[in-house]
């Protein structure tokens, strides 16, 4: 009698018949399924038709910790601020945003929102992304995250870009965190939450930009307003994800 062998290693005796297309499959080809066990190309099959489990704000929801966004984008402003102040004066020069220099040089408008010189100035802007960037990360799902703090920083720069001295350089994830200070007031403020803290600390940091000599108001103002209306634009695609869901 032929034994029967596995379709996917022809050299190895099957033990089982996959329960979705009856094939025989080795003991390393079987995955434990609710009935029975499933080839590799049947389980996978099954998985990916399983309905993506979506947060809150339509992000989608992924086992393991929910703060990898944040812990990357921490990561690479410490690794810029430890090349900056070990490498050369060029390196610095070539990372900061310059109005005048953008459109030759478009990079900038992104890589000066990774870029700081002094201690106090990273450790104040990455203290708040610490604080607010695992809740958000967890209502928006890591993509949403990640593209609300990518495009805080963008509209951070480009008001600075439009609005600051040509000649000025400006640096600081500052327009960035200010996106998320944005992001968070409209989505607490839809969802009915207490928004005095947000409210004084956006009013503290108001009153600083334009106190303190060297700080961009620019960039907070686009940072700010950027993050608030993709949050807004977030929250009417759930909504609208939702009452579809309904109909």
């Not at 399924?33 to 099954?46: I, L, R």
């Not at 690794?79 to 490498?87: E, N, T």
């Not at 610490?130 to 928006?140: A, D, S």
Request: proline share 5%.
């Amino acid at each position: 009698m032929t034994e029967t062998v596995c379709y996917r290693h022809p050299d190895r005796p099957a033990g089982v018949r996959c329960q979705r297309c009856d094939r025989p499959i080795c003991p390393d080809c079987m995955n434990s399924a609710a009935v029975g066990f499933q080839c590799p190309n049947c389980f996978n099959e099954g998985v990916r038709s399983i309905p993506k489990t979506r947060t809150s704000l339509g992000g989608i929801q992924r086992a393991g910790s929910q703060q990898v966004v944040t812990y990357t984008l921490l990561a690479l402003n410490v690794f810029v601020f430890i090349a900056v102040r070990a490498g050369s004066p060029q390196l610095l020069s070539d990372l900061v945003m310059v109005p005048v220099l953008t459109e030759s040089e478009p990079w900038r408008l992104l890589t000066s929102a990774f870029t700081h010189v002094q201690f106090f100035h990273i450790f104040s802007n990455l203290f708040m992304l610490w604080q607010l960037g695992p809740p958000l990360e967890q209502m928006l799902g890591r993509l949403r995250f990640t593209v609300l703090y990518l495009l805080s920083a963008l509209g951070g720069s480009v008001a600075v870009w439009f609005l600051s001295s040509p000649g000025g350089a400006t640096l600081g994830a500052s327009g960035a965190v200010l996106g998320l200070v944005g992001a968070l007031l409209v989505i607490s403020r839809a969802r009915g939450l207490d928004i005095t803290w947000i409210i004084m600390y956006v009013a503290v940091t108001a009153f600083l930009s334009f106190a303190i000599p060297n700080v961009s108001w620019q960039g907070h103002l686009g940072g700010f307003v950027v993050g608030a209306a993709v949050a807004w634009i977030y929250l009417k695609l759930s909504n609208n994800r939702r009452n579809t869901a309904r109909t």
